[in-house]
C-alpha cells in the first residue's frame, strides 16, 4: 500500500523560506515520477515540481528559479524547497508519485497529469503553506 505523508507547511512572510517533505512508503515502481502540486481555495489545481527515476527534474512556470525539488532515495523522502515565497504561493500543497508513462493519460507527461483532477495515482493529505505579511 502506497502512502504518502507530507511536512514542512507553515505561515512565513513574503520573501521567506519554507522545506516540504513527503515521506514515501510502499511505491515500488522502477520508472516513476514523483513531485508536489498545490491546490488554494477558488483555484485550479497546479503542478509544482518533479522529479523523476533518472533524477531529472521539472517546474511549473511560476515557481520557475524559487523552489528546487530534490529527494533522498535511501530514505525515501521527497523534499521541496520554496525560496522568495510569495502571497500567491499560498496553498495547501500535496505530494504525488505516479508511473512515468500513464495508461490513462498517455503522452502526457507528469507535472502536466498533476494539474488534473484524477491525474495522480497516489497523493498524500497535504500540507498548507500560508505566505503572509
Known amino acids: 500500500q502506497v502512502q504518502l505523508v507530507e511536512s514542512g507547511g507553515g505561515s512565513v512572510q513574503p520573501g521567506g523560506s519554507l522545506r516540504l517533505s513527503c515521506a514515501a512508503s510502499g511505491f515500488t515502481y522502477s520508472s516513476y515520477c514523483m513531485g508536489w502540486f498545490r491546490q488554494a481555495p477558488g483555484k485550479e489545481r497546479e503542478g509544482v515540481a518533479v522529479?523523476?527515476?533518472?533524477?531529472?527534474?521539472g517546474y511549473g512556470d511560476t515557481v520557475k528559479g524559487r523552489f528546487t525539488i530534490s529527494q533522498d532515495a535511501a530514505k525515501n523522502v521527497l523534499y521541496l524547497q520554496m525560496n522568495s515565497l510569495k502571497p500567491e504561493d499560498s496553498a495547501m500543497y500535496y505530494c504525488?508519485?505516479?508511473?512515468?508513462?500513464?495508461?490513462?493519460?498517455?503522452?502526457?507527461?507528469?507535472?502536466?497529469?498533476?494539474?488534473?483532477?484524477?491525474?495522480?495515482?497516489?497523493w498524500g493529505k497535504g500540507t498548507l503553506v500560508t505566505v503572509s505579511s
Open positions: 504525488a508519485a505516479d508511473a512515468k508513462y500513464s495508461v490513462s493519460f498517455p503522452g502526457v507527461d507528469c507535472l502536466d497529469r498533476y494539474s488534473i483532477v484524477g491525474g495522480t495515482d497516489y
Open positions: 522529479i523523476y527515476n533518472d533524477g531529472s527534474t
